[in-house]
């Protein structure tokens, strides 16, 4: 509502008058706010920006609205909508009954946090003069709290502790290693030989899927989709199988594979700046092929009903 009341004052979708007026000085950049049909951001949720574009929010909070000397919001504003507006529960031990803000959850510890579906936080904690900027995808969300206040609360210090050289290149060595964790079995290239350039035609289905093909390119297997007449790229297939990826957003998916055993191949994608990860079962068998969608995180069944589909090549 607060969105649509936006947008009739100003001409502008909320995300289009951020652009102008917020997002440049804080140098946040390709940034996507899904929106409804009546094409009006979606004020409660739907807005996809990298994780440090996210503590650049909470570090202008944190700041009460000053960002490098210029004045970007009333610190006034600042302070009504992070405090205690309205209550919410009375449980002490969950951050969820600790009183809403405007937009803004209270949280213990005397710190705030604006929250998103399946763990996307931004969390300001005043009286450490710290911000917690995190993207995850978890069902689990007081979890992923109870892990800050259970090991980074404690270790921040009231003042600036003195520089650690050999601390900081493990982070960083650390940090440059990380990596998505590889799927058991073997790699698609390794057994995919007796599927290459045979097509699947699969059963009539609700998301569009109409061919499945294995084809070589660059010397390598890859999988190919076919929806409603066109070629579908792995966000497409995505974007079919859960409403909570916007058409025209501009997150970015990568993906891997490998054969469980030599029936069945796992092909697994990771769909960026989003909580999502869409991992698909894939059995031939006597000509027949079954596919198996299931997504780590979703509001509603995680795994979907399975797609049928027959050899016609």
Known sequence: MCSAIVQRVTGKTAHDYLKARLFPQLGIEDSHWETCPERVSLGGYGLNVK?????????????????????????????????????????????????????FWRCRYN???GDGAFGQFCLVLPDQDTVVAITSGTSDMQGVMNVIWEYLLPALAPVAIPENAKAQSALSTYLSNLKLPNLKGNPMDQQVAPFLNKRYQFAENSHGFEELIFVQKDGRAQLAFRMKGKAASMQDLGLALNTRLDP???????????????????????????????????????????QQPEWNVAFGPKKLTPLKGTLTQ
Not at 59 to 79: I, M, N, S, T
Not at 252 to 279: D, F, G, M, N
Not at 281 to 286: R, S
Request: glycine letters at 6%; proline letters at 4%.
């Open 248 to 290: 025209q957003s501009s997150a970015k998916a990568v993906s891997q594979a490998a054969w469980s055993s030599p029936e069945t191949l796992i092909y697994r994608t990771y769909y960026t700046r989003t909580p999502y990860t869409l991992t698909l079962h894939i059995t031939f068998k006597d000509n027949r092929i079954s």
């Open 111 to 113: 710190a705030y946090r």
């Open 51 to 103: 994780t440090e574009d996210i503590a650049k929010l909470g570090q202008l909070y944190l700041q009460k609205g000053e960002w490098r000397g210029q004045r970007l919001l009333p610190a006034d504003w600042v302070a009504a909508a992070t405090a205690r507006q309205t209550s919410n529960g009375s449980n002490p031990n969950n951050d969820w009954d600790q009183g809403y803000g405007y937009q």
